[in-house]
């Protein structure tokens, strides 16, 4: 395995990151503003401590994973795409949309790969809802339901929706493969003025299928639930439950007595997905979009659409 990729940012996110591209053999350097934390884990990794210029200038680097600050992700992704480096950048992509699509024109005028960190794509149980879905096994879909609630951890520069959101736009819109036509937004700000700790979006799409997000950190307790309802039965991914129960299915059927809907009740059933880590699987993804000539699963127009979401919450009403 080439060890050339660097991971910028080693704080409360990134710390993961430096962990996995070092178990999978990749690592090359960290850089991170705080000298005493990148000099602690240059030593624990046994790998080079640069800073950000440096990693730049790096000719052994091919790939800079960025766990910083949202405000940053568009000007550090470009200055190392910039320098021919393929980009991975935690999630959201950017802030707005003009700093997204300048993103995506850097990567396509420097013949570089940009990816951002929409990590439950590369969960097990999330891709196989998906293919699922894609298989038309569930027939039409009805609604879907995602749920990411918790008590802390506040933040002061990001609202919730900012914070928890994103996996959840990715996760409907890739099972939707359009973007809603409408969404709207309720949201409470408990803690701090102008930062909402709570909020429900809803979005509608073509086929009558409505999306509804929860997103919390203000809940007594952690959910975090993906509902998936169709004509044929119900999928319902609980990734707080044990591995052997994080994917359940509904056989519930809908009939019709003239024109009243009948509900037939299903037993549960557990379906059985193989079992692996989803960050790791994410990592190994942009190493072979480094290394080989993959294409990122989440790049930059899978971010921009989410994105466009994002933004959206904040005007009212949306269309896309």
């Known amino acids: 395995m080439k060890k050339n990729i660097a991971v910028v940012g080693c704080g409360y996110w990134g710390k993961n990151l430096v962990r996995n591209f070092y178990e999978l053999g990749s690592l090359s350097a960290i850089c991170d503003p705080d000298k005493k934390l990148s000099a602690n884990f240059s030593k624990v990794y046994s790998v080079k401590d640069l800073s950000y210029e440096e990693v730049l200038s790096d000719s052994s680097i091919n790939g800079v994973v960025l766990a910083v600050p949202a405000p940053l992700h568009a000007s550090l992704a470009i200055q190392a795409m910039n320098n021919k480096k393929h980009v991975f950048v935690e999630k959201p992509l950017a802030m707005?949309?003009?700093?997204?699509?300048?993103?995506?024109?850097?990567?396509?005028?420097?013949?570089?790969?940009?990816?951002?960190?929409?990590?439950?794509?590369?969960?097990?149980v999330f891709m196989h809802i998906r293919k699922v879905v894609n298989s038309g096994e569930l027939g039409k879909l009805y609604y879907i339901s995602s749920s990411r609630l918790s008590f802390g951890k506040v933040r002061s520069e990001e609202d919730v929706i900012w914070s928890f959101a994103p996996?959840?736009?990715?996760?409907?819109?890739?099972?939707?493969?359009?973007?809603p036509h409408s969404v709207r937004t309720e949201s409470s700000c408990i803690l701090q003025n102008n930062i909402a700790d709570t909020a429900n979006v809803y979005m509608e799409f073509d086929s009558n299928l409505k999306a509804q997000i929860s997103v919390s950190w203000m809940h007594p307790f952690k959910e975090q639930k993906l509902i998936v309802a169709g004509e044929l039965g119900m999928l319902v991914f609980d990734d707080t439950l044990t591995w052997n129960q994080k994917l359940s299915f509904y056989n519930h059927k809908i009939d019709f007595n003239d024109t009243l809907p009948i509900l037939n009740k299903a037993d549960v059933e557990y379906i059985n997905v193989d079992e692996s880590e989803p960050l790791k699987n994410e990592c190994k993804h942009f190493i072979d979009v480094v290394n080989t000539d993959a294409k990122p699963l989440t790049d930059g127009h899978e971010g921009l659409r989410a994105l466009n979401i994002l933004n959206s919450v904040n005007t009212s009403p949306y269309e896309s």
């Open 96 to 124: 707005n949309q003009k700093e997204a699509e300048d993103m995506i024109e850097a990567a396509k005028k420097n013949n570089v790969k940009l990816m951002v960190g929409h990590l439950l794509q590369y969960h097990p």
């Open 167 to 179: 996996h959840d736009i990715s996760m409907i819109l890739s099972l939707t493969n359009h973007p």
